[in-house]
């Protein structure tokens, strides 16, 4: 299973972004597609996550009422539009494949496939 996220950048506080993340390979190794951020010095940290086959979605709280995951099956895509971006959302982002169970979708440990990472920057 390969993938490849993309679509960070520079972006105001207060503006948006949406990355996407493109599946390709063995998909049905991977029941769930997660966002995970990491800053420098600080351990990977849990975004989002959506369920492949029911569209379920997870949020951290700290995201919750800012950030929106989906999927485009035909396009074996999934996507974290970003909105209300502050400071504190810099980071390098990276979608991730695998298929924890519910208890563990927040942890990273669980998750296979990894994409190579694309930097958001959040200007105050």
């Known amino acids: 299973v390969q993938l490849q996220a993309s679509g960070g950048g520079l972006v105001q506080a207060g503006g948006s972004l949406r990355l996407s993340c493109a599946v390709s390979?063995?998909?049905?190794?991977?029941?769930?597609i997660a966002w995970f951020r990491q800053t420098p010095g600080k351990e990977r940290e849990f975004v989002s996550a959506?369920?492949?086959?029911?569209?379920?979605?997870y949020y951290a709280e700290s995201v919750k009422g800012r950030f929106t995951i989906s999927k485009d099956n035909a396009k074996n895509a999934v996507y974290l539009q970003m909105n209300s971006l502050k400071p504190e959302d810099t980071a390098v982002y990276y979608c991730?494949?695998?298929?924890?169970?519910?208890?563990?979708?927040?942890?990273?440990?669980?998750?296979?496939?990894w994409g190579q990472g694309t930097l958001v920057t959040v200007s105050s």
């Open positions: 390979g063995r998909t049905f190794r991977t029941d769930y």
């Open positions: 991730a494949g695998g298929r924890p169970i519910v208890t563990t979708i927040r942890r990273d440990s669980y998750y296979d496939y």
């Open positions: 959506i369920r492949w086959s029911t569209s379920t979605t």
